[in-house]
């Protein structure tokens, strides 16, 4: 499975993204989709995630108020939206697919990642 993130770029503090994440090369509506972040010189955190069907999400606590992840199967696509942006959502953001199975904010539970879209708020 090939993951392809777009949609990151400069924006101003207090204004909203929307991340996109094509899928290609796999039964995209048989894995559950997740997204992850790295700020500079910090690790890979969680941010949310969705279950193949739709379904169910589940969200890293700090966030769950301003973010939403979406996905539409009949597309191959997932989607991260992103409200009230500030400067410490600067970083570099990743799509990543896992099996079927219990929603995980765990990196060694997804198997496929996509090269990251760099989003950046000015304050």
């Known amino acids: 499975v090939q993951l392809q993130a777009s949609g990151g770029g400069l924006v101003q503090s207090g204004d909203s993204l929307r991340l996109s994440c094509a899928a290609s090369?796999?039964?995209?509506?048989?894995?559950?989709m997740g997204w992850f972040r790295q700020a500079p010189g910090k690790g890979r955190e969680f941010v949310g995630a969705?279950?193949?069907?739709?379904?169910?999400?589940g969200y890293a606590h700090s966030l769950k108020d301003r973010v939403a992840v979406s996905r539409d199967n009949a597309e191959n696509m997932v989607f991260l939206q992103m409200s009230g942006l500030k400067s410490e959502d600067t970083g570099v953001y990743y799509c990543?697919?896992?099996?079927?199975?219990?929603?995980?904010?765990?990196?060694?539970?997804?198997?496929?990642w996509g090269q990251g879209t760099l989003v950046t708020v000015s304050s």
């Open positions: 990543a697919a896992a099996p079927k199975g219990w929603l995980s904010d765990k990196e060694a539970s997804y198997t496929y």
């Open positions: 969705i279950t193949w069907s739709g379904g169910s999400t």
């Open positions: 090369g796999g039964s995209f509506s048989s894995l559950n």
